[in-house]
């Protein structure tokens, strides 16, 4: 892949044979998907009119001081020695982070969406996966504006999550990108889209975040219903082939989390930084929260395999209900 010229605009471009499939049996099939459609439909917003722009945002303004549970994870920190500045600097540095990996994420997700439409073998799915489209392209647009307008230096697409977009789009078989988006980024970015509501510094990314949120829970079931019914119909190799897929993933997505670009911003050693975001139990206890909804989307459609439970575990990535579900699996019982 080439890289940008100076002064171009970084930018993914993936390049794969795919095929487009037109199915002209129009009848209804899946009840689910059907009203997973009209919800849609009802449920449209406007980013222009919904959210009240005027809202000020004072990026970098003091903040209070927070839980006594977070101060002490910032007195742990390579950064505590620079102080109450020091912290509101990493806190408004992490929400500007976070809100552009969300809009990356987002302009994938259009991207990935338009591409299953292509796909997608019934018609019920492909209004369902456009229906998600439009969704997505709405979300670029609030999270642009208020990047655009609000944040002084935004970042770039983090690498890790770079390279799992790539991978999402250069397969052919539509499972995997399903798999990518819907069962992984998606679930990650509505625990994300939650936390944002509690842990962000201004009421306009919260107002948006709010109505982001809503329509994330709906694309999650989306990805349910696509794959629970395909996953267990595929040959043991295949079913392998999409486990190490899940894998790989996995670590990307939670290498992001890391926060290198954040250390970096800041001039702390990225090594130190590193090793604090991996080892704080505050910041453990973050990234456990954000992969809380990936260990029941996959136990859904039947992925949650004792391999991936163990990488899961061993990158102390499953909180106290993700423990349950594995634990409710590995008895017999329904995953939830």
């Keep these: 892949m080439p890289a940008p010229r100076a002064g171009e605009p970084a930018r993914l471009m993936v390049e794969t044979a795919v095929s487009a499939v037109l199915n002209w049996d129009y009848d209804a099939r899946t009840t689910r998907l059907s009203q997973l459609y009209e919800s849609a439909k009802l449920a449209q917003w406007n980013a222009s009119t919904d959210i009240d722009w005027s809202l000020r945002v004072g990026f970098g303004s003091p903040l209070p001081e927070g ?10 920190s390579p950064l505590a ?11 408004w540095e992490v929400q500007a ?18 591409r299953l439409a292509e796909v997608l073998p019934e018609v019920e799915a492909k209004l369902c996966a456009i229906s998600q489209a439009g969704d997505e392209a709405r979300h670029v647009e609030a999270f642009a504006r208020y990047v655009r307008e609000h944040v002084p230096d935004p970042y770039p697409v983090t690498e890790a999550l770079r390279a799992l977009f ?19 980024v998606e679930p990650v970015a509505l625990a994300g889209f939650r936390l944002a509501e509690a842990t962000f510094h201004d009421a306009l990314i919260k107002q948006i975040v709010v109505r982001v949120a809503r329509d994330e829970a709906r694309h999650v079931s989306f990805g349910v219903l696509l ?21 790989e993933a996995i670590e990307l997505l939670r290498l992001r989390f890391l926060l290198t670009d954040v250390w970096e911003r800041l001039e702390v050693d990225r090594a130190a930084g590193v090793r604090f975001a991996t080892y704080d139990p505050g910041l453990a206890a973050y990234r456990r929260s954000l992969f809380s909804r990936i260990v029941p989307m996959l136990a859904q459609i039947g992925l949650l395999t004792p391999t991936v439970v163990a990488r899961l575990d061993r990158l102390d990535l499953l909180d106290r209900a993700a423990a349950r579900t ?11």
């Design 326 to 336: 594995v634990e409710r699996m590995r008895r017999g019982g329904r995953a939830g």
């Design 97 to 114: 982070w976070m809100v552009s990996q969300f809009l990356h994420g987002e302009q994938a997700a259009l991207v990935s969406c338009a």
């Design 67 to 76: 839980s006594a549970y977070a101060l002490g994870t910032f007195r742990s």
């Design 166 to 184: 790539q991978d999402a789009l250069v397969a052919r078989e539509w499972e995997f990108t399903a798999l990518a988006i819907q069962c992984l």
């Design 227 to 247: 794959l629970k019914d395909v996953l267990p119909e595929l040959s043991d190799a295949e079913r392998a082939h999409r486990e190490e897929f899940v894998l």
């Design 81 to 91: 020695h620079r102080g109450k500045a020091g912290w509101d600097a990493f806190r």
